[in-house]
């Protein structure tokens, strides 16, 4: 993987970027069709920023463990005896051997492969043969840490041992989120949806900014939320997009006897998206993962009520899955086949100072911010 990038490098990607957006190109196509750039995108972006991991209800009790991906790096969290959540590379210390997979609950952590085995805590407390061994110190070896956090009921880790704390550099996004969602924290995970697309993950995070493609794109979506209520505002490392649900019947899904009457999303720097759809007490959790220049691996989990759906959060899902989604995969998988042509460099941002839904200024947020990853690592 390339982890180096030159001051000419970073000239040419951030050329035609403005501050200002109504004064601002896009981001170059070369960000989103190279190889180079994908590389340090995992390097000077995903493997330093706070990554959403999964729902705290999976985290609670004693011995609980999530086995996920950072970057294409495995991590492991675990729920100590303590009570203290802890966060390792999922990587033994005698042969690199991974742990653990998927998800569960254990008394010790032991490898699969020689049965070297830690307390929760990531301490080594037994290594079979090793009697005989000279300079050998069982206490001297622990699971390499990283960071870990709990933040509005959900877990996320962070690769970057100087990074902030995630509830620092989010400013007012806990306290927004909990007044919108107040009953997060006593949500259940119920479904989750997998997509494999062939697309850059910046073009999916693009997309996702700015509705200013929604009355072409998604006929139904802007019958389910009144668009002229819908506003974007950009902050620090997030984005707030609010609008009411629509007023008269929709083509979505049914939302008659609905207990949130709002819809409001929040993006995250930089691939978390949290949404809370018109419905019953919901929360969808859209994780946009790099998985290739042209390649983005996204999960959708839905947090509810309950475990089990009830008939109009499945017709809400169907939705989602049948609907949204395709319409949206198709968009970013276009968008992708006309950025490899020599047809397209970059296109301008096109901005409303109302703030609107229509206006591309949070994408332009999420560009500012790219570069200043990029930045970062040019100085570094």
Not at 38 to 63: F, M, N
Not at 231 to 236: D, K, N, Y
Request: hydrophobic share 35%; glycine share 6%; net charge negative.
């Amino acid at each position: 993987m390339t982890t180096t990038l030159t001051r000419s490098d970073y000239d040419l990607i951030s050329e035609g970027y403005a501050d200002e957006p109504a004064r601002s190109l896009s981001l170059r196509k070369e960000a989103y069709t190279e190889r180079h750039w994908y590389d340090i995108d995992q390097t000077a972006i995903i493997r330093k920023s706070w990554q959403w991991v999964c729902h705290g209800e999976k985290l609670r009790a004693p011995g609980a463990y999530v086995a996920a991906e950072v970057g294409g790096l495995p991590i492991l969290l675990v729920r100590g005896r303590d009570g203290m959540l802890r966060g390792f590379y999922n990587v033994c210390q005698h042969r690199a051997m991974r742990l653990y997979e998927s998800e569960g609950r254990t008394s010790k952590i032991m490898c699969p492969y020689h049965a070297w085995t830690y307390d929760l805590s990531g301490r080594l407390k037994r290594a079979p043969e090793t009697d005989n061994l000279v300079d050998f110190d069982i206490d001297d070896i622990c699971l390499e840490s990283i960071r870990v956090e709990e933040f509005c009921g959900f877990v996320f880790a962070n690769l970057d041992p100087a990074a902030a704390p995630l509830a620092e550099q989010s400013g007012a996004l806990g306290d927004e989120i909990r007044q919108w969602a107040p009953d997060i924290e006593r949500l259940t995970f119920a479904r989750r949806l997998n997509y494999d697309i062939r697309s850059n993950w910046k073009n999916v995070i693009d997309n996702f900014l700015e509705c200013y493609h929604c009355p072409i794109a998604h006929r139904d979506f802007v019958s389910l939320v009144d668009m002229d209520t819908y506003s974007v505002t950009t902050h620090g490392i997030y984005s707030s997009h609010m609008a009411e649900a629509g007023k008269a019947g929709n083509t979505a899904y049914s939302i008659e006897h609905a207990t949130v009457t709002d819809h409001a999303v929040w993006w995250l720097w930089p691939n978390t998206c949290i949404m809370r759809y018109p419905g019953r007490g919901n929360m969808i959790v859209l994780q946009v993962n790099p998985a290739g220049p042209d390649r983005t691996l996204e999960t959708y989990d839905f947090f509810l009520e309950s475990a089990e759906p009830i008939e109009a959060e499945l017709e809400s899902i169907r939705y989602l899955d049948e609907v949204l989604q395709q319409e949206d995969i198709w968009l970013v998988e276009n968008v992708q086949r006309g950025m490899e042509t020599p047809a397209f460099t970059q296109g301008r941002i096109v901005h409303d100072p109302s703030g609107s839904g229509k206006s591309e200024h949070a994408v332009h947020h999420f560009h500012g911010l790219v570069l200043d990853a990029y930045r970062k690592l040019v100085a570094a």
